[in-house]
């Protein structure tokens, strides 16, 4: 699939795809994972999910359809996810129990006039990945709906599950969860030392769910992979003391302003917390005092919003080497066909 969630090679800036090979072996591994994470949280011929993603996403093929038909489950696919209208009215005659999606599908369909009318008292899981998950977003599913959004990681060159959120969580933690069984995690510097914890580097994976590799590029996979045999997943993350790991940003993505790091996750995180905002993306622009400075791109959900409005927000809000240089206010965020910000497209 040409645009994988958090996805560091698959897909090459010249958008040609590069083949992850992915081994029947790999696949099952990673469905009987899942089967151990879930354990008696789901019951086997009792589960109904709703699919919105696309069957050819490595998220929607091995979670949705191989682990729920491993456990006798049914799936509900949405052939046209973007009419979220029709979307609300099939799935509000479904008694469903599990949803996945990415953090845009769960804001638009919140956004339906209709939401409210369906009935979520079997709902057990709402399952997020695929991009960063927005504490606003979060809060207002679990207020909506009565559930906690879950949130997991991974990519399709782990075909795609490696860390997961435990399923009973009480709230939305912000975390994707710990190494889901068979899988190590370690977070390593530039030159592949491991970092210790509640620091900063870059999130590398070794487990039986991994890739082979890339297809016929052998210089790639020179560097795909660290001399000890991990997997270079190009996010950087953290790991805390208890043993949860966030994700920061993706490595690219990362703004270096007057030297210091800033993830525009966290900027479009706080931002997209305003009541008069839609959603947020951030990149890194060139400055000729900071180096680079951030600009931020903002979808209004109210006409009155300003600049001066958000750029107050900001102050209240952010530190000031994190807080925007640059607003602009858009109609739409660019997004691939499963959701995902393109922030590519932005710059």
Known sequence: HPD??????????????????????????NVLQA??????????????????LPLYHIFSLTANCLFIMS???ENVLITNPRDFSGFIKLIAKEQF?????????????????????????RLKTTFAGGMAVTHDVAEEWKKRTGCTVVEAYGLTETSPAACINPLNLEEYNGYIGMPIPSTYIQIKD??????????????????????????????????AFTSD????????????DDGYIKIMDR?????????????????????????????AASIGIADDTTGEAIKTFVVKNDDTLTEDILLDYCRENL??????????????????????ILRKNLR
């Open 97 to 121: 129990t599990i949803i996945t999606g990415v953090n845009t599908l769960l804001r638009k369909l919140m956004d339906t006039p209709t939401f409210d009318t369906m009935d979520f008292s």
């Open 4 to 29: 994988p969630p958090h996805s560091p090679e698959t897909r090459a800036t010249t958008g040609v795809s590069n083949g992850a090979i992915l081994t029947h072996g790999n696949i099952v591994a």
């Open 251 to 279: 490595k690219k993505d990362m703004i270096l302003v007057s030297g210091f790091n800033v993830y525009p996750n966290e900027i479009d995180d706080i931002i997209s917390s305003h009541p008069m905002v839609t959603e």
């Open 190 to 223: 530039e030159e592949g030392n491991d970092l210790g914890i509640n620091t900063p580097g870059e999130l590398c994976i070794k487990g039986p769910q991994v890739t082979q590799g890339y297809w016929q590029l052998p210089e790639l996979n020179d560097t």
């Open 71 to 73: 456990i006798g489950g």
């Open 35 to 52: 089967r151990w994470w879930f354990g008696t949280f789901v019951d086997d011929g009792k589960e109904k999910i709703i699919t919105a």
């Open 229 to 240: 045999g991990f997997f270079r997943t190009g996010d950087i993350a953290q790991i805390n």
């Open 319 to 340: 530190t000031g080497y994190k807080r925007p240089k640059l607003i602009e206010f858009i109609d739409e965020l660019p997004k691939s066909n499963v959701g995902k």
